[in-house]
DNA sequence: ATCGTTTCGTGACATTGTTACGATACCTTG
DNA sequence: CAAGGTATCGTAACAATGTCACGAAACGAT
């Protein structure tokens, strides 16, 4: 089967969707209304799989360490769903931009984050609005992301993974002594 | 003049383009080649507009200002530039992809950045490896404008001045003690 | 002045998003 | 159980787009 994945963007079309799912190109137009429409139930789908992927993680006691295995978790998703994150975070699709539902879903990730923040704060470990930090860390995860997936934040994986390490420390450390 | 920044990417086809330089479609790719080949020339003429915008900067005797200065015109550049933006940092146009030339035009925008930064460095204000501290700083600040574009970063322009001044501070004073 | 090369315009082809128009299946209601 | 309405689906078509073949024209070199 052809997938987002394996196809990439391009290979991406309602006639070949609809072949793959064994029905005629119209379908998917009752179903979905639009292409966009379509596109959106993908956006949709994949915050829900990173949702899941986030769920699934152990337990970590330690506030810090749980939140670095988040934003790990984070990193391990756009990298192994390359397309489906350049949908969710870039502008892949041309046609489709994120309105007020997917905004919310975008929000539903982050609420998943402020929660292992405010856990780090009530620690002690870093001080500030919850909220806010969270909207920084997944900014300096979303662009990392982005910068590793083109293939701009360097060509061995050591380095890459220095400077995914330098980012969060550097941040966290940052944030522990308040302004 | 129909333009990027007026009609967005859907509006950006090879017929138009030749339309309105007055010639006929062929020529277009009599001249670029391909499509993407004429996306990419829109790619390196953004990072050379974006250069030229950075090198305009007013010098500034603090180091840490002048960083600061950098990552805010940075910030300017997206916001006034979307589309182009989008093309240069996201994924706008699905046939095309950063290949190597591309890659050097994003280390050109970096190099900037780290000449900034080994002035920090030396001045004491932080530590650690200037190139792996403009990767970090850049990634940051592209995953800040790509949120804001999309409208994650907040509603208010408050909210929004308050998450780049975080992220930046945060950044900063987390590279001030090594490790 | 003539020839070869480069550039350019007309027209065509394949693909894609999208929809009109019937046909069919299904579900409700008497 | 049967009839009618509705939702769904397939065939075919249309417009727009990327791309290219095929000459025509322009332009420089010899």
């Keep these: 089967m052809a997938t987002l994945a394996s196809d990439g963007i391009e290979g991406f079309t309602t006639r070949r969707v609809a072949q793959e799912a064994g029905t005629s190109t119209p379908a998917v137009y009752e179903l979905f209304g639009d292409k966009a429409g379509l596109v959106r139930e993908i956006f949709f789908e994949g915050f829900r799989q990173l949702r899941s992927q986030l769920d699934q993680l ?99 994986q050591a380095s890459r993974d220095r400077r995914w390490t330098l980012a969060f420390r550097a941040l966290m450390a940052g944030l522990a002594s308040g302004r």
């Design 58 to 156: 152990a337990p970590e006691p330690d506030p810090y360490r749980d939140l670095e295995q988040t934003v790990a978790a984070f990193r391990r998703f756009v990298r192994e769903n390359r397309v489906l994150s350049d949908l969710m975070f870039g502008r892949a699709f041309a046609d489709f931009g994120p309105g007020p539902d997917e905004l919310k879903a975008g929000a539903s990730t982050r609420k998943f984050l402020i929660d292992k923040i405010r856990r780090c704060v009530e620690a002690g470990l870093i001080e500030g609005d919850p909220r806010d930090i969270a909207h920084v860390l997944l900014a300096a995860a979303q662009g990392l992301s982005a910068q590793e997936s083109a293939g701009w934040l360097g060509t061995s």
